[in-house]
């Protein structure tokens, strides 16, 4: 019943074949945060992103160093878009790289050298279905060329909204936050060359979800507003807007006349399709959190607020780790036991969540980063000034990682231990199914909080050392600070080993080395066998439900289950069969991580993985 070794499988990976397309319909969400200095209890600009992505992918970051380029060179990022002339040194910066088995094209998050930081959220889809392009359009490269090029948030704004009028937008609708030590900007993107950007005022904080939130603005304020030029009279011209009189502009609405009533009905009302209400309950419970004063789910939310109470790095962390715990929503929208669903902050495609402290020493601005989600994974603090990441966590060379960046094979998000990302991926994982009861989640969730309350204990003796080390040493602030952050990177990952490894004690046995999800094989069977744990016999074969990680529970297939002693000790263990058709539907071709969950007959949950090689 043992498996092969990893190693076994390695050459088998370049017999896989890859298509460029995704192997279900990647629905992709997002939650952001911008508080303004004045607003936060530190002083400090801060921003606070959950990436959100559903299917198979692992997350690999990256400390890129300032590059020089050729005359004449261009920016080829993704097959038949726009090639943007490059300029002739581009700055070093810190990049989070969604490695997947589509072509991630809207996921990945930067940081410059300069402190100027890009993240996104899809506002997909808007009313636009036949934008202006030239070449192909831009989009991943919008992102990238940000990072590599801008000195501040505002210079960020405007290189951005120079490519969207040379090449147009190919994607349907997004927003990206754009943000330094000064300020933070939301700019407001429609598939083609029209976009709106508003600047997050000092003393307020905006939450942006998957939707557009900017209504009504004055478009000749230019130190907060940045819009294309004919943004009002193609609105007019498409008949999504209709002004109130001649000439007379100011009931623009930037979210009614571009967001699609696919989506969302005129009056913002919540609708009995979850589809549709998920970004107004992740918008209602980010403001309440924010503000401490209650909004109802019909009313037109601010595209920011002014918060009665400077707004704490902790209360970011809260935030985009909420499942809308302690209000009537709370597991209602969410697949039991787990409390993730598409409507909640830290969502079920939540892959990682980060906050971004600004500093005027743009070395000494942190990057608060979970692997994984933020509810169970902790908030590890890595500084910008590092000149590498810590180890396990960046997977391949920077330039290795540009190149294959849209190219991704089975093996670059197989699963593989040696990479820090597995650690908190397992641990996630093995808390799911069991979210409402047992230890697991009480012992991670105790573990996280002191890890972070000590790194935050820790953070001003920390800075201050790296300052005096500039005066001091040879090596200066930098050599300290990645000796720092790679130590408190691999604390995170082994507490989230030891955790794991304490509670993931029952063990299943898929009995297979590879698995095709194609072919004259139609079904798949996993054995638990009776342990001290668990009795096989107790277990309710019609409770149980097995398939990949990265899928929600639900999602998962039933199976029949038989008992036979397989190992001949005595015991009968439990031999489940599931249709591969239903349990590896949305599974990605390469070496995998199943689970398998279920009850006893007296309702004990547990859980379960195995490692298998999936081909197509």
């Given at each position: 019943?043992?498996?092969?070794?990893?190693?076994?499988?390695?050459?088998?990976?370049?017999?896989?074949?890859?298509?460029?397309?995704?192997?279900?319909?990647?629905?992709?969400g997002c939650s952001t945060v911008v508080v303004g200095k004045q607003a936060s209890q530190t002083g400090e600009v801060l921003l606070g992103h959950n990436e959100d992505n559903e299917g198979r992918l692992v997350i690999a970051r990256h400390m890129v160093p300032r590059l020089k380029h050729r005359t004449g060179e261009f920016i080829v990022l993704?097959?038949?878009?726009?090639?943007?002339?490059?300029?002739?040194?581009?700055?070093?910066?810190?990049?989070?790289?969604?490695?997947?088995?589509?072509?991630?094209?809207?996921?990945?998050?930067?940081?410059?050298?300069?402190?100027?930081?890009?993240?996104?959220?899809?506002?997909?889809?808007?009313?636009?279905?036949?934008?202006?392009?030239?070449?192909?359009?831009?989009?991943?490269?919008?992102?990238?060329?940000?990072?590599?090029?801008?000195?501040?948030?505002?210079?960020?704004?405007?290189?951005a909204a120079g490519l969207i009028d040379r090449y147009g937008y190919f994607d349907s609708g997004r927003t990206y936050i754009i943000a330094d030590k000064t300020e933070g900007w939301m700019l407001q993107v429609v598939m083609g060359k029209h976009y709106l950007a508003k600047r997050i005022e000092d003393d307020e904080v905006a939450f942006i979800?998957?939707?557009?939130?900017?209504?009504?603005?004055?478009?000749?304020?230019?130190?907060?507003?940045?819009?294309?030029?004919?943004?009002?009279?193609?609105?007019?011209?498409?008949?999504?807007?209709?002004?109130?009189?001649?000439?007379?502009?100011?009931?623009?609405?930037?979210?009614?006349?571009?967001?699609?009533?696919?989506?969302?009905?005129?009056?913002?009302?919540?609708?009995?399709?979850?589809?549709?209400?998920?970004?107004?309950?992740?918008?209602?419970?980010?403001?309440?959190?924010?503000?401490?004063?209650?909004?109802?789910?019909?009313?037109?939310?601010?595209?920011?607020?002014?918060?009665?109470?400077?707004?704490?790095?902790?209360?970011?962390?809260?935030?985009?780790?909420?499942?809308?715990?302690?209000?009537?929503?709370?597991?209602?929208?969410?697949?039991?036991?787990?409390?993730?669903?598409?409507?909640?902050?830290?969502?079920?495609?939540?892959?990682?969540?980060?906050?971004?402290?600004?500093?005027?020493?743009?070395?000494?601005?942190?990057?608060?980063?979970?692997?994984?989600?933020?509810?169970?994974?902790?908030?590890?603090?890595?500084?910008?000034?590092?000149?590498?990441?810590?180890?396990?966590?960046?997977?391949?060379?920077?330039?290795?990682?540009?190149?294959?960046?849209?190219?991704?094979?089975?093996?670059?998000?197989?699963?593989?231990?040696?990479?820090?990302?597995?650690?908190?991926?397992?641990?996630?994982?093995?808390?799911?199914?069991?979210?409402?009861?047992?230890?697991?989640?009480?012992?991670?969730?105790?573990?996280?909080?002191?890890?972070?309350?000590?790194?935050?204990?820790?953070?001003?003796?920390?800075?201050?050392?790296?300052?005096?080390?500039?005066?001091?040493?040879?090596?200066?602030?930098?050599?300290?600070?990645?000796?720092?952050?790679?130590?408190?990177?691999?604390?995170?990952?082994?507490?989230?080993?030891?955790?794991?490894?304490?509670?993931?004690?029952?063990?299943?046995?898929?009995?297979?080395?590879?698995?095709?999800?194609?072919?004259?094989?139609?079904?798949?069977?996993?054995?638990?066998?009776?342990?001290?744990?668990?009795?096989?016999?107790?277990?309710?074969?019609?409770?149980?439900?097995?398939?990949?990680?990265?899928?929600?529970?639900?999602?998962?297939?039933?199976?029949?289950?038989?008992?036979?002693?397989?190992?001949?000790?005595?015991?009968?263990?439990?031999?489940?069969?599931?249709?591969?058709?239903?349990?590896?539907?949305?599974?990605?071709?390469?070496?995998?991580?199943?689970?398998?969950?279920?009850?006893?007959?007296?309702?004990?949950?547990?859980?379960?993985?195995?490692?298998?090689?999936?081909?197509?």
């Open positions: 019943m043992s498996k092969k070794p990893l190693s076994r499988f390695i050459a088998l990976f370049t017999l896989i074949s890859i298509t460029a397309l995704p192997l279900f319909s990647v629905r992709s993704e097959e038949g878009r726009a090639r943007i002339p490059q300029v002739p040194e581009t700055a070093a910066f810190f990049w989070s790289e969604t490695i997947a088995s589509w072509k991630a094209s809207f996921s990945d998050n930067f940081v410059n050298e300069w402190g100027v930081a890009i993240v996104s959220d899809s506002c997909w889809p808007s009313k636009e279905k036949q934008g202006e392009l030239a070449e192909g359009g831009i989009g991943y490269g919008l992102r990238r060329i940000v990072a590599e090029r801008a000195r501040t948030a505002r210079e960020g704004v405007e290189i979800p998957n939707f557009y939130t900017v209504h009504n603005v004055d478009l000749t304020d230019r130190r907060s507003c940045l819009a294309s030029p004919d943004l009002v009279s193609y609105a007019i011209r498409r008949g999504w807007y209709i002004p109130a009189g001649p000439g007379d502009f100011r009931d623009f609405d930037f979210k009614t006349a571009f967001m699609s009533p696919e989506f969302y009905d005129a009056n913002w009302e919540i609708t009995t399709d979850p589809g549709k209400d998920y970004n107004i309950l992740r918008e209602k419970h980010a403001l309440e959190i924010l503000s401490g004063r209650v909004f109802d789910s019909k009313d037109v939310f601010p595209f920011a607020i002014k918060p009665d109470k400077k707004i704490s790095l902790e209360k970011v962390m809260n935030v985009l780790r909420t499942h809308d715990e302690g209000s009537p929503d709370f597991l209602t929208t969410s697949p039991r036991p787990t409390p993730h669903s598409i409507c909640t902050i830290c969502a079920s495609e939540t892959q990682e969540s980060l906050i971004i402290q600004f500093r005027d020493d743009p070395r000494l601005t942190v990057i608060w980063l979970t692997t994984g989600r933020p509810c169970t994974s902790p908030y590890v603090p890595w500084y910008l000034g590092i000149k590498r990441v810590p180890e396990g966590y960046g997977q391949v060379d920077p330039g290795k990682g540009t190149d294959s960046d849209f190219r991704a094979s089975a093996e670059d998000y197989g699963y593989d231990p040696t990479r820090a990302w597995w650690a908190f991926i397992d641990l996630q994982n093995l808390a799911e199914p069991q979210y409402e009861e047992g230890d697991v989640v009480k012992e991670i969730m105790s573990r996280r909080n002191n890890f972070e309350a000590d790194c935050l204990k820790r953070q001003a003796s920390v800075e201050t050392e790296a300052r005096s080390l500039d005066q001091t040493s040879s090596e200066g602030a930098p050599a300290y600070l990645i000796k720092y952050s790679e130590a408190q990177a691999e604390k995170a990952r082994s507490q989230a080993e030891k955790i794991y490894g304490r509670f993931a004690v029952v063990k299943i046995d898929i009995l297979a080395d590879e698995v095709r999800k194609s072919g004259p094989v139609k079904d798949i069977q996993v054995t638990i066998l009776s342990q001290k744990e668990l009795e096989a016999a107790e277990v309710d074969a019609s409770s149980v439900r097995f398939g990949p990680g990265y899928v929600r529970i639900d999602k998962w297939a039933g199976g029949v289950g038989r008992l036979a002693d397989l190992n001949k000790d005595g015991k009968p263990d439990l031999v489940m069969t599931f249709r591969v058709e239903d349990a590896l539907r949305l599974a990605a071709p390469c070496y995998s991580d199943l689970w398998l969950t279920g009850k006893t007959k007296r309702g004990n949950i547990f859980v379960a993985k195995d490692l298998v090689l999936i081909k197509e």
